[in-house]
Structures are given as structure tokens and as C-alpha cells.
């Protein structure tokens, strides 16, 4: 290097990368191809938390090792693998026990990685509410508590004591070490769930009082990167943080929207769902989730342009079952589609899920389709009822104040006459009140 050249932050962050041999299993041949897709998506996981890929291998496994997760001969050809590409950092796209964490990790003389710890980290990174970081440190606390010894290895040794003390036992350093640990996670997750639950609680303030102001809810799903923070800053201008990476954004963010007829609805970006997401995750971000848990529409976007489309899609949608929300209305946006052929991918989406919009967010192409199709399902979720409702049962006015838009109300004798506009779920309950 020729004298006073400077590295850029860049570079030096570069050559500061940690060195990354990636792993994936598959059980049949015909599984290759698709084991191949998950490496490649495992690259982006492992490239956006920050690791340079120097391989990757997709392994046939007909069994699980329950040591090393892989047989002997297997894991021999991947620790002289590593030493050839100079690899520091080992990651495998499967979970894999606590103790086989140990173990691969004396044979490789390496760290080493599953998906979930990747994914989990990535989250950390990336976290920039208070929710979302308390989020995160729980679930990573709880991954941590069962690999305690791990962290602790190096004073894993026990020590005894005979003589005069009758043989007397003492534990080791780090016997000692992981107990306090223990009591110290126990304590810090009591901690966390307190501050979750306040935030938690705040949440529920802000949304009964949007229940109260009987603006539908959009919430946008998808798999990660398919789009959604782009099509949210295309229709309300929200300024959404948008990257080409996984997970770009964590953060819950919620934006009036005006269709063309003068009402308002309100779309929110929810963070976005991957294959085998830690069921870790899934618990610790429940009450983040709970945006599309109780919105009215769900908005499934889909990357029309990801070969992977089709099982993505799939991925989302089960996530959504495990939330309880698999029932809801789902509008299918096709994202990206001007730059997806008409193939058998988009055919085969658009006969899985019926009711598809293709739609560019990036250029705000087909927003008019979009948006007739979500006129079309607000016009079947709510009903304009008239309702005769005594007095003595005065609370089912407060809850139908609450969450609908009243157009009219008299009094009778002892009778509440109330015209209003309702959510469909609440107009069912009100059947008998109904005026003929």
C-alpha cells in the first residue's frame, strides 16, 4: 500500500467480516434443488447480519445424527472444508440442539450458528422501538438459557475436596457461574414480560381509540423483502425505511390512507415473516403481530419475481394460522410484476388465492385495481343496520358508539331507535334487534 492511502470505513469493515461455511440438509435427491434455494436465502440472512460466504454446501443426510446433527463421515469432509476456505464461522440453516451445538462446535475448533441465532441477531440489529428491542432481548435470552454451559465451557471443570472436610464437594467456577446465570436470566425475563406487557398496554390504548373512530384497518403481510414498506410509502407517503435486505424494518407503522370515494382507512406495515421463523419469534412478537391480528383486511404481499414465490407465499400464510388470523379477509397482492413474466409461477399463485391483484409498488402500477378491490371488501364487512334496542339494555348502544358510525338516533317510550353503520362480526349480534 503506496504511503497515506486511507481506508475507507467500508473496507475496513470488510476486512473485519467474519468468514461464513453455510449448511443445509436435505433427506432425497429430489430435495437438492430446493435445499439449494434455502442456502441461497440463508446467504442473504447470514449477508445482512453482516458475514462474508466463502461456501456453501447442501448435505444429504437419510438421518439425523443426534450428536452432531450430521454423520461422522459428513462432518469430517466440512471441518477440512472450513480449514480450506479459511471459514471462522459456521452456520446451519437447520435448528440444532443445544448439545449439538457443543459438539460440532469442539469438532470444527469454531463457532457455530443455526438459523434461529441468525435470525435472532439480524432482529437485534435492526430493532429501533422500545417493543421491538424488548421483543428481541427476550427471545434471546430465552434461546441463550439452554445453551448456558456452552457460554461457559471454558470453566465447566468441577473440582473436589477430601481430608478433613469429609470429602466435602465444590462445584467449579463455571458450574457455579452458570447457576447465577440462571437465577439472573430468570430475573431479567420476569423484567422483560413486565415491560412488554406496559408497552403491550399502550398499544391497546391507541387502538380502541381507533376502534372508536371506525376507521378500517389494512395491515400488510408477506414475507420478508416482498415489498411491503414500498407499497405502504407508495399509497400514504409514510416514509418508510426501505432496503434490498432481509428484514429491513422491525417496526410497526400505521398511516391514514384516502381511497377515491373520500373515506379513510388505516394500512399498517407489519414486519415481515420467513421460513422456519423461530416459534421464539413468533411468541415474542405476538403483541407486534397483533396489527394484523386485529385489523380488518389483511394485505398478503407476495414477490412475483422470488422463484420461491409459491412456498413463500404458503410460509406467510401459515404463520397467520399460527396468530389465529388465518380466517380474515386476504387480498393477494402480486408485487413487482412488471418485472415477472405471465409463467406458470404467477398462474399457479393466482389460482391458489383467488381474489390477486398484480401490482409494481416501486412504479404505482395497478393502485386503481387495488383499491376497487378494497372498496369491495369493506362493502362486505360492514352492514347499515336500524335497530330497535331497550333501554335496560343501554351498553349495547355504548359498545355499538364504540365501534360503528351512528347515522341517526331517537327515542321511543323505553326504546333506543339507532340507525348506524356497523362491522359485519357486531351487526350478527344485533339480529334480534333488528326493525323489519
Known amino acids: 500500500m503506496q504511503k497515506g492511502t486511507k481506508i475507507s470505513s467500508e473496507e475496513e469493515n470488510a476486512q473485519e467480516k467474519r468468514k461464513a461455511l453455510l449448511v443445509s440438509a436435505f433427506n432425497g435427491n429430489d430435495q437438492r434443488a430446493i435445499c439449494e434455494e434455502h442456502l441461497d436465502e440463508l446467504e442473504l440472512l447470514a449477508e445482512t447480519y453482516g458475514v462474508e460466504i466463502v461456501a456453501k454446501v447442501p448435505c444429504l443426510i437419510r438421518k439425523v445424527d443426534a450428536a452432531t446433527f450430521v454423520t461422522q463421515g459428513k462432518l469430517e469432509e466440512l471441518i477440512t472444508l472450513s480449514k480450506e476456505c479459511a471459514a471462522d464461522l459456521i452456520i ?58 456452552r457460554l461457559w465451557s471454558h470453566l465447566s471443570r468441577q473440582h473436589g475436596s477430601g481430608g478433613a472436610g469429609g470429602g466435602a464437594y465444590l462445584k467449579g467456577e463455571g458450574e457455579k457461574q452458570i447457576e447465577i446465570d440462571r437465577r439472573l436470566i430468570k430475573k431479567r425475563l420476569e ?16 387502538r380502541v381509540a381507533r376502534t372508536r373512530s371506525a376507521i378500517p384497518v389494512f395491515a400488510l403481510v408477506g414475507y420478508t423483502n416482498a415489498g411491503k414498506s414500498t407499497l405502504l410509502n407508495a399509497l400514504t ?65 407476495i414477490d412475483a419475481t422470488h422463484p420461491m414465490a409459491l412456498e413463500q407465499a404458503r410460509t406467510t400464510i401459515q404463520v397467520l394460522k399460527e396468530l389465529g388470523v388465518g380466517d380474515k379477509p386476504i387480498i393477494t397482492v402480486l408485487n413487482k410484476i412488471d418485472q415477472a413474466e405471465q409463467n406458470e409461477l404467477t398462474t399457479r399463485l393466482r389460482l391458489e388465492y383467488p381474489r390477486t391483484v398484480p401490482i409494481s409498488a416501486l412504479h ?3 393502485f386503481e385495481e387495488l ?45 333506543v331507535l339507532i340507525e348506524v353503520d356497523l362491522p359485519v362480526a357486531l351487526a350478527n349480534k344485533l339480529k334480534n334487534y333488528v326493525i323489519s
Open 191 to 206: 423484567q422483560l414480560q413486565s415491560e412488554i406487557q406496559e408497552v403491550k398496554e399502550h398499544r391497546e390504548i391507541q
Open 371 to 415: 383499491e376497487e378491490m378494497m372498496l369491495r371488501e369493506l362493502s362486505q364487512q360492514r352492514k347499515t343496520l336500524n335497530l330497535r334496542i331497550p333501554q335496560s339494555e343501554y351498553a349495547l348502544v355504548s359498545e355499538i358508539r364504540r365501534s360503528g358510525n351512528v347515522i341517526s338516533q331517537d327515542y321511543e317510550e323505553n326504546d
Open 92 to 149: 446451519f440453516d437447520d435448528e440444532i440442539s443445544p448439545s449439538q451445538q457443543r459438539n460440532l462446535e469442539k469438532a470444527f475448533q469454531l463457532t457455530v450458528m443455526d438459523r434461529t441465532e441468525v435470525i435472532l441477531e439480524v432482529f437485534a440489529q435492526r430493532a429501533k422501538t422500545k417493543e421491538a428491542r424488548l421483543q428481541i432481548e427476550y427471545a434471546r435470552v430465552k434461546y441463550q438459557a439452554p445453551r448456558l454451559k
Open 237 to 301: 407517503d409514510a416514509d418508510v425505511f426501505v432496503e434490498d435486505k432481509l428484514f429491513a424494518t422491525l417496526d410497526t407503522t400505521t398511516r391514514k390512507f384516502p381511497l377515491s370515494t373520500g373515506q379513510e382507512v388505516l394500512v399498517t406495515d407489519t414486519v415481515g415473516f420467513i421460513r422456519k421463523l423461530p416459534h421464539l419469534l413468533v411468541a415474542a412478537f405476538k403483541s407486534t403481530l397483533e396489527e394484523a391480528i386485529q385489523a380488518d383486511i389483511l394485505l398478503h404481499v
Open 364 to 366: 404505482r402500477r395497478g
